[in-house]
């Protein structure tokens, strides 16, 4: 019997469209490994050859174009197969180029972006602002005495000496410290400058040792993930010769927690209240308390505990417009404590004066 030639050319249109994706990866797998063993190539050529004229030997157009054919659909898998190849290296390299964000992160781009939507409506709303300090604030003399110069100069040399010989410290001894210490130091951190004078900072001081043990629950946890599939192999690398790993004594060794919240907002008088600069402003503030820290004769750690930041604000009942950015153990060194040899930078590589 002979079939006409539209006929036959429906039935190749057909044999392609049905061969769905799931088929073609079957197909391209075996001729793989059929193409690796020379021997099986012309095994397959032969059996290939025989099912064509079998299934099409009454066609005589696909008879006479079967070469054709064959080479069309051969050309179109080696396509997907790269394509299918080159598709996933690009994925892989993606995922290896863009920037990690941890939770606490992802939650802050979505809250300001409702934010933003917010202040959008309100401006269209509302023309009348009213500012988050008083309007009629009153502005006084700068109670500031001014000293000589040599003494601005043994000051400054004296204080940068003084700065030098502070150490990130990881063994803490568990002797107690009064907690006015700990209440004067915070003081000194709010004294740091912010946005609109906002003040967006929160100190979550614990001293309690089920809390702390809580705490450090949470952060191993999370730690031993970062280490073995988040920070990835420079990250631990670079880190290796500071000897550190996910076990994090210090969490209940050191007597005190100091736990830097920024906060993204705050109401007053039922009024939200938005806080400008909040990240820096923070920053500003944890540099204080570093340096009152030190100032105070005890030592400290800045930690940054990667996706613990919700688990320690559900711990903590911290409210949602806070998120966590520094967990600081305070109190005094532990005996024999040893820290690594490290060399600072010398100020002309991190400095350019233009005089």
């Given at each position: ?33 059929m ?26 157009f ?20 790269f ?25 802050e ?18 023309d ?36 030098n ?18 209440r ?59 000897k ?16 830097l ?11 939200k ?50 998120k ?11 005996e024999?404590c ?18």
């Open positions: 019997m002979t079939v006409p030639c539209r006929t036959q050319n429906f039935i190749c249109v057909l044999f392609f469209c049905f061969l769905d994706v799931e088929n073609i990866i079957n197909i391209s797998q075996f001729l793989r490994n193409l690796s063993k020379k021997k099986l190539v012309i095994d397959f050529y032969t059996r290939m050859m025989n099912k064509m004229y079998s299934i099409f030997g009454d066609m005589p696909i008879k006479q174009y079967w070469p054709f054919i064959l080479t069309g659909f051969l050309c179109y898998l080696s396509t997907r197969i394509y299918s190849k080159y598709a996933s290296q690009d994925k892989k390299k993606d995922i290896i180029n863009s920037t990690y964000q941890t939770p606490d992160e992802i939650a781009i979505s809250e300001n972006n409702s934010d933003d939507t917010q202040n959008d409506e309100n401006e269209e709303c509302d009348d602002y009213q500012p988050s300090l008083p309007s009629d604030l009153e502005h006084i003399p700068l109670n500031y005495d001014r000293i000589s110069i040599d003494e601005t100069i043994d000051r400054s040399n004296e204080f940068y000496n003084f700065m010989l502070r150490r990130t410290v990881r063994h803490f001894s568990q002797e107690d410290v009064p907690i006015e210490v700990i004067n130091i915070i003081r000194t951190a709010g004294t740091a400058p912010s946005g609109a004078h906002t003040e967006p900072w929160t100190y979550v001081v614990v001293h309690n040792m089920e809390i702390k043990k809580q705490i450090r629950e949470i952060i191993e946890a999370e730690e031993e993930i970062n280490y073995k599939k988040r920070m990835g192999k420079q990250w631990t690398t670079d880190l290796k010769p500071l550190t790993n996910w076990i994090k004594e210090y969490l209940t060794d050191a007597p005190y927690l100091i736990l919240f920024k906060q993204l907002f705050s109401f007053k008088n039922g009024v209240r938005m806080h400008y600069y909040n990240e820096i402003s923070v920053c500003l503030s944890a540099g204080l308390l570093m340096t009152a820290v030190h100032y105070a004769g005890l030592v400290s750690l800045t930690s940054t505990p990667l996706n613990c930041g919700p688990a320690l604000r559900t711990l903590l009942n911290r409210p949602s417009n806070e966590l950015v520094l967990l600081l153990p305070v109190g005094y060194p532990a024999k040893l820290v690594p040899d490290l060399q600072r930078k010398d100020l002309s590589e991190y400095t350019i004066e233009m005089l």
